[in-house]
């Protein structure tokens, strides 16, 4: 004889495959499988179900039907994100809530520079509708043939043009949301001016999926790049790349897109992993800075001028030791190509423990030197690497494991002890445990045991005004229970 619990599963079952049919609703292994582990691998969990809702009406119904059966729902969009945030746990009760269907792209409007869309769209595609109309979607990412807009906004993405346009966050100007109780929260039409109390969109900003299910947005588009200019620069210092970091805002203005930096050691790895890879300049140098420029129509023109104009006042200032300049848009990918390869190169070389962080913008190169020798002092035969986004304080710290370390067990052991004590580190320096992947489920515990009470207490009640039955992705951003309780 069945159990109740058995017999409400299958009701559930039943009632939620007539309301989204065979399409939207898999119980097949095969189907369900691929998406049951996050994208680094760290993370695999069971599900009761695949669903995959075709519209965000179809989606309040589902939520419903899961809060009147108290059936827990992970939502997932391109299983890109590097934190575990939509990986389901082991239990088996929940099901996956997949918004890959929901791919409609509305009419781009050239006049008010925006495009509502549906969460599941590829941000691939959204830059190709944003070019099509002559504009651009100001986001981009190595994973951006996989990553969904309801991803990108759950997590607050960031990526390499935050310097310019700003994270997620900044971009986001009207959003659609399935509250927990199945309600539709619709505020899709931007307003410049609107005091109604608070900015509600901003609660499912980064909010990983523990609030609310965001069905679609209306996003910021910007002029499209009519040309850019790559420059690569080696300096001796992660401060001299911070002065000329300085030197680039005030030459360039608003033509500086970007500016990443890493250390010679992160170069020679990534020279070592891409087989037809060439180093940019012709000796070794303490630092390098790539910086980007780019230009709409009005101002291309004299583009190349203001890129040459710039590196030579830093040459006269002595803010570089040598320079190149991209003279194709192959050159300027292939720059792109050696900052872009430093994970996997690095991943290609043994076990690391990666961490993404973040510290105010103008402490990030004294963070980097002060923190890069401690955890080398502290746990013998490492190697610390920190690299990233010098323009918005967003540190890529990188501790690589010492030679011999089995993967698994030396992540699982002296791995877990160097991630605790970067992250004592970034709180002491007044900064984030995560600067633009989110919390999820890896960094949950460290955000209960670092994390300010005071803000934890409010983001409790919310999350506990919003889900007091707690089935928006249960088990990711917030422990369940408070740590210093």
């Known amino acids: 004889?069945?159990?109740?619990?058995?017999?409400?599963?299958?009701?559930?079952?039943?009632?939620?495959?007539?309301?989204?049919?065979?399409?939207?609703?898999?119980?097949?292994?095969?189907?369900?499988?691929?998406?049951?582990?996050?994208?680094?691998?760290?993370?695999?969990?069971t599900a009761l179900a695949l669903a995959s809702p075709a519209s965000t009406a179809e989606v309040a119904d589902l939520v419903r039907l899961c809060a009147r059966h108290g059936v827990p729902i992970v939502p997932q969009g391109g299983n890109s994100g590097m934190s575990g945030g939509a990986t389901p746990d082991d239990s088996g009760r929940a099901i996956l809530l997949s918004l890959r269907r929901m791919q409609a792209i509305g009419p781009v409007d050239p006049t008010a520079r925006q495009v509502t869309c549906e969460a599941g769209v590829v941000l691939q595609n959204l830059h190709a509708a944003a070019?099509?109309?002559?504009?651009?979607?100001?986001?981009?990412?190595?994973?951006?043939?996989?990553?969904?807009?309801?991803?990108?906004?759950?997590?607050?993405?960031?990526?390499?043009?935050?310097?310019?346009?700003?994270?997620?966050?900044?971009?986001?100007?009207?959003?659609e949301a399935v509250l927990p109780d199945g309600s539709i929260y619709s505020a899709l039409t931007p307003l410049k001016k609107d005091n109604r109390g608070f900015d509600l969109k901003q609660l499912f900003i980064g909010s990983e999926g523990t609030l609310g299910i965001v069905t679609g947005a209306t996003l910021k588009l910007e002029p499209a790049l009519a040309d850019r200019v790559?420059?690569?620069?080696?300096?001796?210092?992660?401060?001299?790349?911070?002065?000329?970091?300085?030197?680039?805002?005030?030459?360039?203005?608003?033509?500086?897109?970007?500016?990443?930096?890493?250390?010679?050691?992160?170069?020679?790895?990534?020279?070592?992993?891409?087989?037809d890879a060439r180093a940019p300049l012709a000796q070794p140098h303490g630092w390098h800075a790539l910086i980007e420029l780019g230009a709409d129509a009005a101002q291309a023109e004299s583009l190349r001028e203001r890129a040459e104009a710039l590196l030579a006042s830093a040459f006269e200032a002595g803010l570089v030791e040598d320079a190149a300049i991209s003279s194709s848009e192959a050159q300027a990918e292939a720059f792109?190509?050696?900052r872009d390869s430093v994970a996997p190169a690095e991943r290609a070389k043994g076990p690391a423990m990666q961490h993404d962080v973040s510290v105010p913008v103008a402490a990030m190169p004294d963070f980097v030197d002060a923190a890069v020798p401690a955890?080398?002092?502290?746990?013998?035969?490492?190697?610390?690497?920190?690299?990233?986004?010098?323009?918005?304080?967003?540190?890529?710290f990188h501790v690589l494991a010492p030679r011999g370390a089995v993967r698994g067990e030396w992540e699982a052991g002296e791995g877990k002890a160097i991630s605790a004590r970067v992250h004592d580190m970034v709180?002491?320096?007044?900064?984030?445990?995560?600067?633009?992947?989110g919390i999820g489920q890896m960094k949950r515990d460290e955000l209960a045991r670092l994390g300010d009470p005071?803000?934890?207490?409010?983001?409790?009640?919310?999350?506990?005004?919003?889900?007091?039955?707690?089935l928006m992705n249960p088990g990711k951003l917030l422990a369940r229970t408070p740590r210093n309780a």
């Open 336 to 338: 792109w190509a050696l």
């Open 454 to 470: 005071v803000a934890l207490a409010l983001l409790r009640t919310v999350k506990a005004a919003l889900d007091p039955q707690g």
């Open 427 to 437: 709180t002491q320096w007044h900064g984030s445990i995560s600067a633009e992947h």
């Open 375 to 396: 955890i080398e002092a502290e746990f013998p035969g490492t190697q610390a690497l920190g690299f990233g986004h010098l323009g918005d304080g967003n540190i890529h």
């Open 1 to 45: 004889m069945a159990s109740k619990r058995e017999s409400d599963t299958d009701t559930f079952l039943a009632e939620a495959t007539a309301l989204l049919g065979p399409r939207g609703l898999t119980r097949d292994a095969d189907l369900i499988t691929p998406w049951l582990t996050d994208w680094r691998g760290r993370y695999t969990g």
């Open 131 to 175: 070019e099509a109309a002559g504009l651009r979607f100001p986001l981009t990412l190595g994973g951006k043939g996989s990553a969904t807009v309801g991803g990108l906004i759950s997590t607050n993405a960031g990526g390499t043009q935050v310097l310019r346009h700003g994270v997620m966050r900044a971009l986001v100007l009207g959003i």
């Open 230 to 275: 790559v420059l690569w620069a080696g300096v001796p210092t992660i401060h001299a790349a911070r002065a000329l970091l300085l030197h680039s805002e005030s030459m360039a203005g608003d033509l500086l897109e970007g500016f990443e930096v890493m250390p010679q050691a992160c170069l020679e790895a990534v020279l070592e992993y891409l087989p």
